[in-house]
């Protein structure tokens, strides 16, 4: 079962072939990520990396957590479901956040 993965702490200049040709070392790549700014298009410095089996996962794992690419200590870790964002987070919220309201 493929198993996504969190690849973090990602040099802005760090390319996708340089991450594939990376995590290809662990074992066979189903797919690759880069989470882009919608602003400037440039790499916001993490991605995201599924590899074909929860073996070839943990390999990627213990091979690359810590490693150093572009002068940058990568951060890979099993990737976690997106947490749901409230849309009355508070602050700035049509009621004033909740101050002085009773």
Do not use: C, H, W
Not at 58 to 65: D, G, H, P, T
Not at 77 to 95: I, M, W, Y
């Amino acid at each position: 079962m493929a198993t996504k993965l969190y690849v973090g702490n990602m040099s802005y200049d760090t390319t996708e072939d340089q991450i594939r040709t990376l995590f290809a070392q662990a074992g066979e790549i189903a797919e690759i990520a880069f989470i882009m700014d919608r602003d400037t298009g440039r790499p916001k410095g993490f991605g995201f990396v599924t590899m074909k089996t929860e073996e070839e996962s943990k390999e990627a794992i213990k091979r690359f957590n810590g490693f150093t690419l572009d002068n940058r200590a990568l951060t890979v870790n099993e990737a976690k479901p997106r947490e749901e964002r409230s849309s009355n987070s508070g602050f700035g919220s049509r009621n004033g956040g909740g101050r002085g309201r009773f």
